[in-house]
């Protein structure tokens, strides 16, 4: 499965019922519940990357990605405007991209 792939399931529930999925559920309740659920993955994951434990890491990155996910299609912002800022970015230097902000 890609990103692509997953945002994809993602969007396809988004007027879905809420008793249907978690991501319905999650969804019905509003950007800032999705924003606030993404921020606590984060901090799952910076919490075993501090840890050193790999399983547990891998486990809560792919939260992480499922919720940034999330969050983006409750804000209708699509992926590809994301990647697009990426494929963007990749055109200069790490530290003149920090620089220009």
Known sequence: MTLDDLYA?????KNAAPDSSWTA???AKGPEK????????????IIEAV??????LTSEA???????LVMLAAREVPLDD???????????SGLAE????
């Not at 840890?51 to 547990?56: E, L």
């Not at 494929?87 to 200069?92: E, N, P």
């Not at 920090?98 to 902000?101: D, E, N, T």
Request: glycine share 4%; proline share 0%.
């Open 9 to 13: 399931t993602i969007l396809s529930r």
């Open 25 to 27: 559920q999650l969804l």
């Open 34 to 45: 999705c924003a606030e659920k993404f921020g606590e993955e984060a901090v799952e994951a």
């Open 51 to 56: 840890k050193g434990d790999r399983a547990a």
């Open 62 to 68: 792919a939260d992480v990605l499922y919720h940034l």
């Open 82 to 92: 994301v990647l697009a800022e990426l494929d963007r970015r990749q055109s200069q």
């Open 98 to 101: 920090k620089a220009s902000r």
